[in-house]
């Protein structure tokens, strides 16, 4: 088992940045692969960003390239995901997601999840 707990969201104006931590404690932290995901009302949930075991590959969403960029540390157990220029459709509750495999950014491939974290962006 793992357990993640998010933490870092809040409500920030448009334009403005946010750094979200997951924090994972349970089997060890370097043999998964981690991923942000996020859920607006009334919409799925989607991909956000994943950065593999040892930190050296990552991979984003098309809608938060180059705004968002995710980061883990293996010595702490935490995996970060520094959220810049932001938008109001970035409103959404974050979570992040601990997996076995790689590869894929589907939420089915991911096995354990933390329970979220609001993020509200203004207009």
């Known amino acids: 088992q793992v357990q993640l707990v998010e933490s870092g969201g809040g409500l920030v104006q448009a334009g403005g940045s946010l750094r979200l931590s997951c924090a994972a404690s349970?089997?060890?932290?370097?043999?998964?692969?981690m991923g942000w995901f996020r859920q607006a009302p009334g919409k799925e949930r989607e991909f956000v960003a994943a950065?593999?075991?040892?930190?050296?590959?990552?991979s984003y969403a098309d809608s938060v390239k180059g705004r968002f960029s995710i980061s883990r540390d293996n010595a702490k157990n935490t995996v970060d995901l520094q959220m810049n220029s932001l938008r109001p459709e970035d409103t959404a509750v974050y979570s992040c997601?601990?997996?076995?495999?790689?590869?894929?950014?589907?939420?089915?491939?991911?096995?354990?999840w933390g329970p979220g974290t609001q993020v509200t962006v203004s207009s």
């Open positions: 997601a601990a997996k076995y495999g790689s590869g894929s950014s589907l939420p089915s491939t991911y096995n354990y």
């Open positions: 349970g089997r060890t932290f370097s043999n998964f692969e």
């Open positions: 950065i593999n075991r040892s930190g050296r590959l990552t």
